[in-house]
T-cell receptor
Framework: DADVTQTPRNRITKTGKRIMLECSQT?????MYWYRQDPGLGLQLIYYSFDVKDINKGEISDGYSVSRQAQAKFSLSLESAIPNQTALYFCATSEPGTATQFFGPGTRLTVL | RKEVEQDPGPFNVPEGATVAFNCTYSNSASQSFFWYRQDCRKEPKLLMSVYSSGNEDGRFTAQLNRASQYISLLIRDSKLSDSATYLCVVMPYGQNFVFGPGTRLSVLP
């Protein structure tokens, strides 16, 4: 079984809809991240959380919100989706004191 | 100027060739450096960390030049399975990862 899972894997939605992307991990890591990836661009950090009570904005948090329901779960929400949020979204985890990040398989989101 | 820059490629090389990728970063406070590999439509995976003295892992060699703020990855004896996008990743002290846009490699039979 994968250590970091994301649901759904693919989603097509319409402008204005609320969307939630979910991430779960069995690695026991405290730190979790949400990134988006657009063609020709590097991964951009949306939000990150260093423990259940800690939520931090990344470089492109506008239009997004997150919830850290438990150590193992970190959800990303788009309150009112817009077409330029069409992208590949990755969740990742890491341990404090190490810099290696472990990524989920990604969610491909299309906003029409 | 982007924080981390890479030649986007694609680099098309025959099997067995040696290929090198370059990466430059703008934040002189960067302390940790990595190469990640990303297959098409898949998640990035750590290929190797980059140490100040340079390091090697089989056919892969990574180099760091702090004075020039430059990182490189050398792949010797390329295999078809090396075809992927290679992401340069930099972590400034006390900050999060900064990803480069990636360099795409295609190894041809």
């Amino acid at each position: 079984d994968a250590d970091v899972t994301q649901t759904p894997r693919n989603r097509i939605t319409k402008t204005g809809k609320r969307i939630m992307l979910e991430c779960s991990q069995t690695k026991g890591h405290d730190r979790m991240y949400w990134y988006r990836q657009d063609p020709g661009l590097g991964l951009q950090l949306i939000y990150y959380s260093f423990d259940v009570k800690d939520i931090n904005k990344g470089e492109i948090s506008d239009g997004y919100s997150v919830s850290r329901q438990a150590q193992a779960k970190f959800s990303l929400s788009l309150e009112s989706a817009i077409p330029n949020q069409t992208a590949l979204y990755f969740c990742a985890t890491s341990e404090p004191g190490t810099a290696t990040q472990f990524f989920g398989p990604g969610t491909r989101l299309t906003v029409l | 100027r982007k924080e981390v820059e890479q030649d986007p490629g694609p680099f098309n090389v025959p099997e067995g060739a040696t290929v090198a990728f370059n990466c430059t970063y703008s934040n002189s406070a960067s302390q940790s450096f990595f190469w990640y590999r990303q297959d098409c439509r898949k998640e990035p995976k750590l290929l190797m960390s980059v140490y100040s003295s340079g390091n090697e892992d089989g056919r892969f060699t990574a180099q760091l030049n702090r004075a020039s703020q430059y990182i490189s990855l050398l792949i010797r004896d390329s295999k078809l399975s090396d075809s992927a996008t290679y992401l340069c990743v930099v972590m400034p002290y006390g900050q999060n990862f900064v990803f480069g846009p990636g360099t795409r490699l295609s190894v041809l039979p």
